[in-house]
C-alpha cells in the first residue's frame, strides 16, 4: 500500500521563478496539508484541503496557493521565489473520518538560487 | 509561530537506556502528537493521545498527557540506534486541522 508520494524529491530555481509540488495522497485519504520545514526547524502550517476547497490557510502570504484535484492529489504552487523560501516541502494526508493522525511523505527539497 | 517547545533540544544517550522528551504548548488542544524525522525527510507519526487521555502506550514508546501543566513527555524505553532521529511534538487544536509543531528534540543513540 503506497503512502503518500511526493515529487520532485529535489529541486533548484532561480529567485522570482515560480514552482509547482505535487502530492499524492494515502490510498483512502481525502485530506491533505502543506507543510514548509526550514533546515533546524519544525514544519509550518501553509494549507489544507479538502473536496477540492481550502479549508484551512496558515500565516504565509498569497505567493503561495494550492489546489486538490477530483483524486484527492494536490499541487503547491509558489510564485516570485525569495532565497527565504528554500526548505523542505511536506505533504500529509489523512482519512476524512477515523483520524489517527497524519501520514507524510518524504517531501521535496527546494533550494532558491 | 511555534505553539509548542520541546526540552532537550539534543539529548546523547547510550544504547540500551531510556529516553524522556518533554513538550509544552500554550493553548488549549484536541490532541498532541509525536512524530520521528530521519536526517531531515519525511515524519512518521508515532502516536496520538486525545485530551481526555492522560497516559498511552505503543511498543517501546510511552506518552503522558497533562492538560492542566499543557505538556507531554514521550519516553522510549530501551533505545536503539536505529531510534537516532529527531523527535517532534505536534498540537492539534480541532481534529484534523492543522498541526503546530514544536522545534523538535534532536536524539542520538550512540552503539
Given at each position: ?31 491533505v496539508s ?6 533546524g526547524q ?11 476547497e ?11 496557493s494550492g ?6 492529489s ?5 510564485n ?8 523542505l ?25 | 509561530?511555534?505553539?509548542g ?16 522528551m ?7 488542544i ?17 502516536i496520538?493521545?486525545r ?15 497533562d ?35 514544536g ?9
Amino acid at each position: 500500500d503506497a503512502g503518500v508520494t511526493q515529487s520532485p524529491t529535489h529541486l533548484i530555481k532561480t529567485r522570482g521563478q515560480q514552482v509547482t509540488l505535487r502530492c499524492s495522497p494515502k490510498s483512502g485519504h481525502d485530506t491533505v496539508s502543506w507543510y514548509q520545514q526550514a533546515l533546524g526547524q519544525g514544519p509550518q502550517f501553509i494549507f489544507q484541503y479538502y473536496e477540492e476547497e481550502e479549508r484551512q490557510r496558515g500565516n504565509f502570504p498569497d505567493r503561495f496557493s494550492g489546489h486538490q484535484f477530483p483524486n484527492y492529489s494536490s499541487e503547491l504552487n509558489v510564485n516570485a521565489l525569495l532565497l527565504g523560501d528554500s526548505a523542505l516541502y511536506l505533504c500529509a494526508s489523512s482519512p476524512g473520518h477515523s483520524y489517527y493522525g497524519y501520514t507524510f511523505g518524504s517531501g521535496t527539497r527546494l533550494t532558491v538560487v | 509561530s511555534q505553539q509548542g517547545e520541546e526540552d532537550p533540544q539534543a539529548l546523547s544517550i547510550q544504547e540500551g537506556e531510556n529516553a524522556t522528551m518533554n513538550c509544552s504548548y500554550k493553548t488549549s488542544i484536541n490532541n498532541l502528537q509525536w512524530y520521528r524525522q530521519n536526517s531531515g525527510r519525511g515524519l512518521v507519526h508515532l502516536i496520538l493521545i486525545r485530551s481526555n487521555e492522560r497516559e498511552k502506550h505503543s511498543g517501546r514508546l510511552r506518552v503522558t498527557l497533562d492538560t492542566s501543566k499543557k505538556s507531554s513527555s514521550l519516553l522510549i524505553t530501551a533505545s536503539r540506534a536505529a531510534d537516532t532521529a529527531s523527535y517532534f511534538c505536534a498540537t492539534d487544536l480541532w481534529q484534523g486541522g492543522k498541526l503546530i509543531f514544536g522545534q523538535g528534540t534532536e536524539l542520538s543513540v550512540k552503539p
